[in-house]
Nanobody, 115 residues
Framework: QVQLVESGGGLVQAGGSLRLSCAAS????????LAWYRRAPGKQRELVAR???????IYAGSARGRFTISRDNAKNTVYLQMNSLKPEETAVYYC?????????WGQGTQVTVSS
């Protein structure tokens, strides 16, 4: 089992920045892929960014150039730096871990961007 705990959400004005963190604990082996997803009100959950243990990254088109995903393998922590936030990016942001054939989710952290 892997436990994921997100932090760093909150209220920010449009154009502002937030940094989300997700700490993984439990059976966290070295070979895993960590990611951030979000679910906006009335919409489906969508991928924001993903990072492998080796640092390879993938971004959703809307996040590319404004968001940065990173990880600290020693701390089993993944981060999402979000800049130039937009009101439509108001959502619950979830941390995700893929380890072998298993998938784990955090409880989510609310990000609200005011206009």
């Amino acid at each position: 089992q892997v436990q994921l705990v997100e932090s760093g959400g909150g209220l920010v004005q449009a154009g502002g920045s937030l940094r989300l963190s997700c700490a993984a604990s439990g059976s966290v082996f070295s070979d895993n892929v960590l990611a951030w997803y979000r679910r906006a009100p009335g919409k489906q959950r969508e991928l924001v960014a993903r990072i492998t243990r080796g640092g390879m990254t993938i971004y959703a088109g809307s996040a590319r150039g404004r968001f940065t995903i990173s990880r600290d393998n020693a701390k089993n922590t993944v981060y999402l730096q979000m800049n130039s936030l937009k009101p439509e990016e108001t959502a619950v942001y979830y941390c995700n871990c893929l380890r072998g054939g298993d998938e784990y989710w955090g409880q989510g952290t609310q990000v609200t961007v005011s206009s």
